[in-house]
């Protein structure tokens, strides 16, 4: 079974895709993951810090987990 998601929030762009599969008795899920695609510089109110230093940049997750 496969997961899908693109969602864009306030200009920055998430990717997500999920794959799952059962070996035995174990579920497997692979799962990738991109936030903010284009590397859009911005800052969130909340953050003491917001003036100094923008949020991260682009980021890239895979991430696999057997659950048994």
Avoid: C, W
């Avoid at 991109?34 to 991430?63: C, I, Q, W």
């Amino acid at each position: 079974a496969g997961v899908q998601s693109v969602s864009t929030i306030a200009g920055l762009t998430k990717l997500y895709a999920a794959y799952s599969f059962t070996a035995g008795q174990a579920l497997n899920t692979l799962a990738v993951r991109l936030d903010n695609a284009a590397n859009t510089r911005y800052s969130n109110h909340l953050n003491f810090l917001k003036d100094l230093a923008p949020e991260m940049g682009r980021d890239f997750r895979v991430t696999y987990t057997v659950k048994f």
